[in-house]
Nanobody, 123 residues
Framework: VQLQASGGGLVQAGGSPRLSCAASGFRLGDYGIAWFRQAPGREREGVSYIRSGHGTYYADTVKGRFTISRDNAKNMVYMQMNSLKPEDTAVYYC??????????????????WGQGTEVTVSS
């Protein structure tokens, strides 16, 4: 069972990278998927979440700029990041779980975690 996050790198402010999260060993479609991020010296925070039924939720800090989507046939989840800001610099992690609606961004609700992909936004 594994989640593999990719797509990070050095991006200029205003850039639009897309992060990918690939699952192996289990059906991603059976789980809700979240993207979390952790910036240096800061606590991990939830960024986006997609239900197994495709409903989506976003942290206020990224709403309108980030879009999470999934392709269950490919066992993949994506996060399109637009209008990046330097404060979006962080290591981004995807996670699979079945969180209750009030705890979508609670890390303990998630069973499987990717290894993280680093996004650095230069001003």
């Amino acid at each position: 069972v594994q989640l593999q996050a990719s797509g990070g790198g050095l991006v200029q402010a205003g850039g639009s990278p897309r992060l990918s999260c690939a699952a192996s060993g289990f059906r991603l479609g059976d789980y809700g998927i979240a993207w979390f991020r952790q910036a240096p010296g800061r606590e991990r925070e939830g960024v986006s979440y997609i239900r197994s039924g495709h409903g989506t939720y976003y942290a206020d800090t990224v709403k309108g700029r980030f879009t999470i989507s999934r392709d269950n046939a490919k066992n993949m989840v994506y996060m399109q990041m637009n209008s990046l800001k330097p404060e979006d610099t962080a290591v981004y992690y995807c996670a699979a779980g079945r969180p209750v609606s009030s705890a979508r961004f609670t890390g303990s609700m998630y069973y499987y975690w990717g290894q993280g992909t680093e996004v650095t936004v230069s001003s």
